[in-house]
């Protein structure tokens, strides 16, 4: 037993599991889907749109398949056994992969839809096999957008059981998930559907501005301000979202009401984001950085949203040097498209699945900046129960070093919490616990360690 | 445990990062303390470096307990305890089919769990008929025994090890029990526990007895010199606490204590009630005060355990009020544990609020209403609940209960 430190260290698990027999029918199973898929979109009659409907169900049969068979004989209690050893969740090359062709698709999503397919003259290749469920739902072909809106729900909703699995036995995490599948499904997918169907103004009733950056803009006000009652309702409501209702539950129950329980953001990086949360980088130099950025971005959201209004109700587009519909471009550009889609879903297998939350989204800067000074938010410690492992901070997907307050026996109030509450999942100690109480709000930071 | 089952990386178990040190304006250097010569206050390095000081703050730690048998020295015996065991595990994994893990305390379920993880067969020596037996009653080692055979273990009960046969290489082929029985195994295990690591310190005047001896000031009996930690034993430990308790937060707690004295604040190292906490594969445990399972005088156990689940709740008591809390499966808020026992509240009292300690996740299960109607089966007390728990509740328990003693 004598063991000298010369010894060679080798820390890194030279294990990996591998799969059971089982778990590889289902992925081949995805992987024939995949490809049906792929042979769907390079022709198009029936039999390429049985095909595509086939291609989503296999897929869809797959990841359940594949989810219920990895979790069934794991017990309540969560494991994330092996995680840092596994190609895909420790940026390995299948990460790389995975990352290099979903930043691809945004791509093409944003600036060459044409190359998916849209055309006015009548669509073509993938967008095409979209047509009929587009007609069916609401009478119109479909369009890159109500593409992506399919499969960023398909995504929610198919990772969304596999999370299920894995936080089985924690309710929190399980009503929390429910709620993500819910909003994506009725509020951001069927309702504006449906109500372009009825030819009314559509809108993601969830989706506040600033996130939603476009509320402002004069297309979008004028659609719902000639959209009669239920446009009018759409205006009110929209503003009384940002002015009354936000504010109101930010103070109840900390920004978590929106970011992990109903923004769509939020529930793709809850639930397909899920295998790469322990990648975002939780130094304190990460931490300077993303508040400069954060803040960088929710300015520059203020005060293109002021510019493009002062243009709206002036019809002036230029005030000093600036050039309302210049700024609104870039804007799009830069932080619509290329932040919040490129980079904040391409990334997930590189950067963990917070990446556009975390350093971008206007909306959490404001809910951030309200739940760091006025909510009853907060994530408590245990008394002197931390033992320091790290398992909080390793799995925070905002890059928070919770273990850092732990270890001191000190609450945890940040503006970039975003509630998902899986540090008190991961905590083999029983330490954390997510709380609202308002005895306490302007202390809740007070070390309460005996 | 967490680096080896890939959940962490090194870098991210350990508690600081690497800047913390150079701007806390604290010099880490990384070499063997060889010599300490208490009257020129210097200290000397295997490197050959030497270090004066003005204060010294002894904190070697510990080393795995090993027993004196045949075969303990053989390849393939190993302790958890340093990084070098750590790296030795990984080194030899690949190989291991079979390993036999000796001691049923926290770390032989760490390292039980652990090779399991990686499809490894393991065989579990317990010396004593249940887990933790010391802590743990005979019920909730029951739950803490079933669950592990659960998952697998080869669990064997009031089992030791006799001696650990040579493949004929020097390695481990298998292991001997106390039943007669050879298993055989590629690595062996040892989780008996830990004892300070002393040796060093000869010839330095420091007395030492199983730990380096210390007053309540964490003072040894060399002036300038104090001991913490694993290492450190105190000459006169308060009423429920042991002279050495080499767990995590006394560790934290006699640092913050020396910290402020030789800040020129005098402090009393006050660990105050007990508490610890563990996890059995699945299952968190925890406990506060006085536990013991074998019951002294006066005292009387109030037990629940739910029907299916691997959870339950020991609360030691007297006519007196409660002592302990034991918790399997069920998160206990600290800060009113401590005041219950602190306070000496009755158990009926205590039932009535018992939402108020209950720290597990909002929307979980709740069983206070169970846990009161079992009181009410064992004695025929019918106890009404008076608490809803909400955090509101238990801030301003906390602040009357402390405002009523101080």
């Known amino acids: 037993m004598i063991r000298f430190p010369d010894y060679s260290l080798s820390l890194t698990p030279t294990y990996t599991p591998g799969i059971s027999l089982t778990q590889k029918l289902w992925v081949t199973i995805g992987f024939i889907g995949f490809f049906a898929g792929v042979i769907a979109i390079s022709g198009y009659d029936h039999a390429g749109v049985f095909l595509l409907t086939a291609s989503l169900i296999l897929i869809s049969i797959s990841i359940a398949g594949f989810s219920f068979s990895l979790y069934h004989h794991q017990k309540s209690g969560i494991k994330n056994n092996y995680t840092w050893s596994r190609s895909l969740s420790n940026r390995g090359i299948v990460s790389w992969v995975l990352a290099l062709w979903i930043t691809g698709l945004y791509i093409l999503l944003y600036f060459f839809p044409n190359a998916l397919g849209l055309s006015e003259s009548g669509n073509t290749g993938l967008i095409r096999l979209f047509d009929p469920l ?82 402002f803009f004069d297309w979008h006000l004028d659609k719902l301000r000639s959209g009669g009652t239920l446009g009018l309702f759409m205006l009110g409501w929209g503003i009384a979202m940002i002015l009354i209702i936000s504010p109101i539950l930010t103070y109840f129950f900390g920004k978590r009401w929106y970011c992990s329980w109903v923004c769509g953001c939020g529930g793709l990086a809850e639930t397909a984001g899920d295998p790469f949360r322990h990648l975002s980088d939780n130094s304190l130099k990460a931490w300077k950085i993303e508040r400069w950025l954060i803040h960088g971005v929710l300015v520059f959201a203020l005060l293109m949203t002021g510019l493009v209004v002062y243009t709206y109700i002036t019809a002036h587009s230029n005030i000093l040097f600036l050039n309302s519909y210049a700024i609104r471009e870039w804007y799009g550009f830069f932080i619509g498209a290329i932040f919040s889609g490129v980079i ?91 709380e609202n109480g308002q005895v306490d709000l302007f202390e809740r930071t007070e070390v309460n360690i005996k | ?126 010396r004593e008929n249940g887990f933790a037996s010391s802590v743990l009653s005979k019920e909730e ?208 009292e205590v039932l009535a609020q018992f939402e108020l300690a209950v720290f597990d996740a909002e929307f979980s299960k709740k069983y206070a209403d169970k846990i009161r109607n079992a009181y009410f089966e064992q004695t025929g007390k019918l106890i009404l609940k008076k608490a809803n728990g909400r955090y509101d509740q238990v801030y301003r328990f906390l602040k009357k209960a402390k405002s009523t003693y101080t």
Request: charged letters at 20%.
């Open chain 2, 141 to 348: 080692s029951g739950i803490v025994n079933q669950h592990i055979e659960h998952h697998g273990i080869d669990l064997r009960l009031d089992t030791e090890i006799i001696k650990i046969q040579d493949n004929g290489q020097g390695s481990v082929a298998s292991v001997t029990t106390t039943t007669g029985e050879d298993i055989e195994c590629q690595l062996v295990g040892m989780a008996i526990g830990v004892k300070p690591k002393l040796t060093w310190l000869g010839g330095s005047g420091i007395e030492v007895n199983i730990g380096v001896l210390t007053d309540v000031f964490l003072k040894t009996n060399v002036p300038d010199i104090f001991a913490i930690g694993d290492c450190a034993e105190l000459r006169n430990p308060d009423a429920g606490r042991k002279a050495v308790e080499p767990i995590w937060y006394t560790g934290r707690m006699m640092g913050e204590t020396v910290a402020k004295t030789i800040c020129g604040i005098e402090t009393k190292y006050q660990p105050g009630i007990w508490f610890n906490s563990a996890k059995f594969f699945d299952i968190e445990y925890q406990s506060y005060g006085d536990i013991n399972p074998i019951l002294s005088g006066n005292q009387s156990i109030f037990f629940w355990k739910h029907k299916i689940a691997s959870k339950s709740i020991r609360i030691n008591y007297t006519l007196n009020g409660v002592i302990g809390f034991s918790a399997l499966g069920i998160r206990l808020r600290q800060n009113v544990c401590h005041q219950w026992i602190h306070d000496k509240i009755m158990i009926e």
């Open chain 1, 134 to 215: 587009s007609e069916w739902i609401k009478h119109k072909p479909a369009n890159q957008w109500f593409v992506y809106g399919v499969f960023y729900t398909l995504a929610i909703l198919l990772f969304g059981v596999k999370f299920l699995r894995k936080y089985k036995g924690n309710r929190y995490q399980q009503i929390r998930t429910v709620s993500v599948m819910f909003f994506q499904l009725c509020f951001a997918f069927l309702i504006p559907e449906i109500l372009e169907r009825l030819n009314q103004p559509s809108m993601d009733l969830k989706n506040m501005w600033p996130l939603n950056y476009y509320f």
């Open chain 2, 1 to 126: 445990m967490y680096v080896y089952m890939g959940h962490m990386r090194w870098q991210d178990i350990i508690p600081y990062e690497a800047w913390f040190w150079e701007k806390n304006k604290i010099n880490l250097v990384k070499d063997l303390v060889t010599k300490i010569e208490p009257q020129h206050k210097t200290i000397s390095t295997a490197s050959g470096a030497h270090y004066q000081y003005d204060q010294l703050i002894i904190a070697t730690g510990s080393s795995p307990k090993t027993l004196n048998i045949e075969g303990i020295n053989l390849d393939g015996v190993t302790g958890l305890h340093a990084i070098q065991d750590l790296a030795y595990l990984e080194s030899r994994s690949k190989q291991l089919k079979k390993a036999v893990i000796v001691g049923g305390g926290l770390i032989g379920v760490e390292l039980a769990e652990m090779l399991h993880s990686r499809k490894i067969a393991v065989t579990h020596l317990v």
């Open chain 1, 344 to 434: 904040g879903v391409g990334f997930y297998p590189l950067m963990g699945s917070r990446v556009w939350c975390r350093f971008g989204c206007p909306m959490a800067a404001i809910l951030g900046l309200q739940q760091r000074f006025f909510s009853r938010f907060r994530i408590t410690t245990n008394g002197g129960q931390c033992i320091s492992c790290g398992n909080c901070s390793t799995y925070c997907e905002m890059g928070i070093d919770v273990r850092h307050y732990a270890q001191r026996g000190q609450n945890i109030v940040r503006a970039s919490c975003v509630g998902c509450g899986i540090c008190a999942s991961v905590c083999p100690r029983g330490v954390l616990k997510l």
